[in-house]
């Protein structure tokens, strides 16, 4: 027991501190990518289409623990060096924002085609349509399932370990090293740290689902 407490600190603080640092840093780079990309791609435009669906195609075509590793330790051996937090948000951002390039692309394109040619019959340019009549529904539409995609995110968090990151699971490795006993502990509390951050999460996408649907 004393053990445990003695454990508990450290997983508290600077283990859930660097998975919810790593895990919002990383949604704002899928938030700003994501809609960045899924709006080039309802631009229509021939090359830049492909560009993003090569992107897109790309990024969730390889494992996400390979892509940390090749940002962690392949950019460096090409110059480019990033530390092991800054390499795991870099990833996990980059993953994000491909997942939610189709999210937002799914939102625009749920917008019944009659509207955005409404919108043309009325004297409106093809930006003026996207700007005022498609985004605004398809932005409502896009609320619960990048709450689902942070979700994903936290649960991805815990591969950082593997490239050092001293989140959740690499705390408890390290304590668990010391003593063996406290794998049963420390796993649940690890277990119900995610559980308390992904929950509400999740909570509140089921709501805006049922609210905004």
């Known amino acids: 027991m004393n053990a445990y407490l003695h454990a508990l600190p450290a997983l508290l603080g600077r283990g859930l501190l660097a998975t919810v640092t790593i895990s919002v840093a990383s949604m704002l780079i899928a938030l700003v990518g994501g809609f960045g990309i899924g709006l080039l791609r309802a631009l229509r435009n021939p090359l830049v289409d492909a560009a993003a669906i090569a992107y897109v195609e790309i990024l969730r075509g390889i494992p996400l623990l390979v892509l940390m590793f090749f940002v962690c330790f392949g950019l460096p051996q090409l110059g480019i060096g990033i530390d092991a937090a800054p390499a ?42 996207l700007r005022s009549i498609v985004l605004p529904q398809a932005l409502r539409r896009t609320v619960a399932p990048f709450m689902s995609l942070f979700t994903a995110i936290v649960e991805s968090s815990s591969l950082a370990a593997l490239i050092g990151v001293k989140e959740i699971l690499e705390t408890v490795r390290v304590d668990i090293e010391n003593d063996a006993t406290l794998w049963t502990p420390l796993l649940l509390t690890a277990l119900a740290l995610y559980f308390a951050i992904n929950f509400p999460v999740s909570l509140a996408s089921q709501r805006l689902e049922r609210k905004l649907g």
């Open 88 to 129: 795991a948000i870099v990833a996990l951002g980059l993953w994000g924002a491909a997942n939610g390039a189709e999210i937002v692309r799914g939102a625009l394109v749920s917008i019944p085609r009659g509207q955005s040619e409404a919108g043309v019959a009325l004297g409106l340019g093809r930006i003026a349509v």
